[in-house]
């Protein structure tokens, strides 16, 4: 084996994968070189190749990482004699010589000893399972009808937990509400986020009033208008609780600020900026800081609104009576040019996004034009990253979902001009401190487990506590040409008709996605007939399925309903759209600007929402199968 692909092969880029439809992709050269490159190895010669491996730790030593369980003491082979040093987390230590360690406090801590470096994950074995319940899925950014305009924001989510949780749901679920573009009025797609680890600022509650508008929400007009609302509130507001908040959360806020500050100047993306402002250690760019002092406080103050909004409406959904309050949603990567990249370059790979390989949908594979995770560096910083980005979101919710948990176990990283290929992950790592951080918060993690799921990562979830996806639409004896039987779902996890990237219920029943694919191009006429064809076999096949939990009429969503009631998963998940009717889509992969993704307006606002006979209805079929 070359010392190129030695190297490949000790920081996880996999020799090849097969795919979906059964065709096996070796890892080419040149994909194999890129990845090295994402992660900060670009050997140019095999000598080279081998005095990166030799930095590297060695395999002899104390592993990089171990798990331990939370107030055990950790079982790690030190030789007798040889001196030990314990930092843990909170800032304490411990010393001593062998074998025998001391039992220690859940938290990721670092061991030092013979000159290598290990961190202790001391997490609970697993996480408790919730109890059986159900919840209400809104998008936040369409909380809002055409009438009332604008966009929804973190006071109407308080509002629709109060009236969701009048009738018994224990969680109100929403899409990520990271820290997007504000400069860019094309950037809304919550799933290309400029920071995971701060706020959107599209959705703080200004009190300004916006004019009606239509079914869709018009970015070009409402993040400017947004932007201006947001600076007359800062104008005004009295701060209080401010100063004391911005001294607690220090340099890694100030860095972000920086960064919005100078976009407003050079542009969203900080790698069309000058060389000197992409560094945000440079003096030139700590220069800059100081001149802008005041357009840094303005963007940290909106950090500290965002906070103090989301806060109040989790504890409003709390007080309300809601189990968990909050469901939120922890996007797969970020923008590889964001916030986020800017002021943690060495977190991230640069050069490769996140993506997908090829499949029935998607034949030359999926670019997602996201930053993954350097596991590399991750492990080097006992995972700091993932587990601050873990508890940002805890901050303000019972219940996160982590978006693709499929990259915990290996990441699809597409590299620029070369193929994608696999990178091993340090999947239990990842689970411990997700672990590790629900348990502080008190809070369940839910895993979006959906596509090509690795061998082991099924069972590894289980055993950690850590919730799947069980979507009704994909819960199918394909061989057999039925669905699965409520009631055979995975108790350990959460149940839903569909999700943001599928079919409504009137919309999956009319194939409207097929309909919207052929319009626009993306199916041919051909495979869009046969795939509505399958789409009517399946309807079919559901509506013989569901006539054993109901007897309403075949195509109401009260049917469905009481189907998706009967789940022995612990959780249902209910999609406002589907209450509400609606026939189309939140969002249609593979599309831009083809089909307005992150636009659609619920019908209905939080008020008239909750006092929605169909939303009493639905809730009246929950509780009569004990949720």
């Known amino acids: 084996m070359s010392a190129r692909y030695a190297l490949a092969r000790r920081l996880g880029i996999l020799p090849g994968y097969t795919d979906a439809t059964g065709a096996r992709h070796d890892t080419t050269p040149e994909t194999r070189d890129g990845l090295l490159a994402a992660m900060g190895f670009a050997p140019a010669s095999e000598a080279e190749a081998e005095e990166a491996l030799a930095t590297l730790p060695a395999p002899d030593t104390l592993p990089e990482w171990v798990i331990s369980e939370a107030g055990s003491a950790p079982v790690l082979d030190i030789p007798e004699g040889q001196d030990w040093q314990i930092f843990l987390e909170n800032g304490e230590g411990d010393e001593g010589t062998g074998p025998e360690l001391p039992a220690l406090p859940i938290g990721r801590h670092r061991l030092e000893s013979g000159g290598a470096t290990c961190w202790i994950l001391s997490a609970p ?221 060495a977190s991230f790979a640069s050069g490769a996004s996140l993506g997908a390989p090829p499949d029935a949908f998607a034949r030359d594979g999926q670019n997602w034009n996201l930053a993954p995770f350097n596991p590399a560096h991750l492990i080097a910083t006992g995972f700091q990253a993932l587990a601050e980005t873990l508890r940002r979101q805890l901050r303000f919710s019972g219940l996160l979902r982590i978006d693709h948990i499929l990259g915990f176990e290996r990441a699809f990283w597409v590299p620029d001009g070369a193929p994608g290929a696999y990178v091993q992950m340090p999947r239990e790592a990842m689970l411990a401190v997700a672990r590790i951080e629900a348990a502080r918060a008190g809070a369940s993690i839910v895993g979006e487990d959906l596509g090509n799921i690795p061998e082991g990562l099924g069972e590894a979830m289980a055993r950690s506590g850590i919730l799947g996806c069980r979507v009704s639409i994909f819960e199918q004896h394909w061989g057999e040409d039925r669905f699965r039987a409520p009631g055979d779902y995975t108790e350990a996890a959460i149940a839903s008709f569909s999700t943001h990237d599928l079919p409504t219920w009137t919309g999956w029943r009319g194939a409207r996605e097929i309909e919207a694919r052929r319009l626009i191009g993306v199916t041919s006429e051909t495979d869009a007939d046969w795939l509505s064809g399958e789409r009517t076999a399946e309807v079919e096949r559901f509506d013989r399925l569901s006539a054993g939990y109901s007897d309403a009429v075949p195509d109401s969503a009260e049917r469905m309903h009481a189907t998706l009631a009967a789940a022995a998963s612990r959780l249902v998940a209910v999609q406002a759209e589907n209450v509400l009717e609606v026939t189309e889509q939140p969002n249609l992969p593979g599309t831009t600007i083809q089909y307005p993704n992150w636009r659609q307006r619920l019908p209905k606002g939080p008020e008239a929402l909750a006092a929605d006979p169909r939303l009493a209805r639905t809730a009246a079929i929950l509780k009569d199968h004990g949720r």
Request: proline share 7%; hydrophobic share 40%; aromatic share 10%.
């Open 125 to 345: 074995g697993s996480l408790p399972l919730p109890d059986r319940g159900w919840g209400l899925m809104v998008p936040l950014w369409g909380l809002r009808d055409a009438a009332t305009g604008g966009i929804g924001d973190y006071r109407d989510l308080a509002r629709m937990a109060e009236g969701a949780a009048r009738h018994g749901a224990g969680f109100l679920g929403i899409n990520p509400v990271h820290a997007g573009f504000p400069s860019d009025e094309t950037a809304f797609s919550p799933y290309t986020p400029s920071h995971r680890r701060r706020l959107s600022t599209l959705h703080i509650a200004t009190g300004m009033q916006r004019p009606e508008s239509g079914r869709l929400i018009d970015y070009y007009t409402e993040i400017p208008a947004q932007n201006a609302a947001l600076e007359g509130v800062f104008e005004r507001a009295a701060l209080t609780g401010f100063l004391p908040w911005l001294a607690e959360e220090g340099e890694a806020l100030t860095r972000f600020a920086t960064h919005q500050a100078l976009s407003e100047i050079h542009g969203p993306y900080w790698n069309t900026w000058p060389a000197a402002l992409q560094d945000p250690e440079s003096p030139e760019t700590r220069q800059a800081a100081r001149e802008m002092a005041e357009r840094l406080r303005f963007h940290a103050w909106q950090q500290f609104e965002a906070e103090r909004q989301l806060d109040a409406a989790q504890a409003r959904a709390r007080a309300a009576g809601m189990t968990q309050g909050l469901y939120l949603d922890l996007a797969v990567g970020t923008h590889p040019h964001g916030a986020e990249t800017w002021e943690d370059r």
